[in-house]
């Protein structure tokens, strides 16, 4: 149980392109979900929190403009790299909360397994 | 301020000998406890988590931990390490008071001589 996919699981974009990531959870809802950026040889850094239906909220230092989250529905969230460049290739890590208390904690994230998103 | 240190950022075992991976955290609340293994280009997989009761926790690949909250202490040990426990090991807090997030160490990255 608490399966969360992501798409694609690599991508490579020009730069000035727009990229999307999918985060989806596969059998349970997810009323938040968590973006994560992770440069080589570093820990996981908090990009931003999405519930289901409402905005996003954007960690200090991230740019809302240009990383775009939607959390439209309760199993998917999204990412979208906006006018992307070389400075934004990094591995996006996606995370998922439950309120589906009868199986999971309500204070665990189960994660993604990443993106790895490269830009030229 | 809350905080997860992992003092170690690089181990060296050889296959076969025993490991242990400290994690102290900075948290006032209850803290909920989680250690993850990454493998390179790989997502996170969690290896075992503590919540209440019993200290010592068991986990998945023969790992165990162990929670001191005197020590404000929950140290990841392997009683015998094996070549494919080669990878990077993240410590984890979650804080439940005011914003909910995780907290994230440094890492420690595994190596392990054959």
């Known amino acids: 149980g608490a399966v969360v996919s992501q798409h694609p699981s690599r991508v490579i974009c020009k730069s000035g392109t727009s990229v999307k990531i999918e985060c989806r959870s596969l059998d349970f809802q997810a009323t938040t979900m968590f973006w994560y950026r992770q440069f080589p040889k570093q820990s996981l850094m908090l990009m931003a929190t999405s519930n289901e239906g409402s905005k996003a909220t954007y960690e200090q230092g991230v740019e809302k403009d240009k990383f775009l989250i939607n959390h439209a529905s309760l199993t998917l969230s999204t990412l979208t790299v906006t006018s992307a460049h070389p400075e934004d290739s990094s591995f996006y890590i996606c995370?998922?909360?439950?309120?589906?208390?009868?199986?999971?904690?309500?204070?665990?994230?189960?994660f993604g397994p990443g993106t790895r998103l490269t830009v030229l | 301020a809350q905080s997860v240190t992992q003092p170690d950022i690089h181990i060296t075992v050889s296959e076969g000998a025993s490991l242990e991976l400290r994690c102290n955290y900075s948290?006032?609340?209850?803290?909920?406890l989680f250690w993850y293994v990454q493998s390179p280009g790989q997502g996170l997989q969690l290896l075992l988590k503590?919540?209440?009761?019993?200290?010592l926790v068991q986990g998945i690949k023969g790992f165990e931990a162990e929670f001191k909250r005197s020590q404000s202490s929950f140290n990841l040990r392997k009683p015998s390490v094996h070549w494919s426990d080669a990878a990077e090991y993240f410590c984890a807090v979650a804080i439940t008071s005011g914003t909910y997030k995780y907290i994230f160490g440094t890492g420690t990255r595994l190596k392990v001589l054959a």
């Open positions: 995370s998922a909360r439950t309120r589906e208390l009868i199986n999971y904690s309500y204070n665990e994230q189960f």
């Open positions: 503590y919540f209440s009761g019993d200290t």
């Open positions: 948290y006032g609340a209850t803290p909920y």
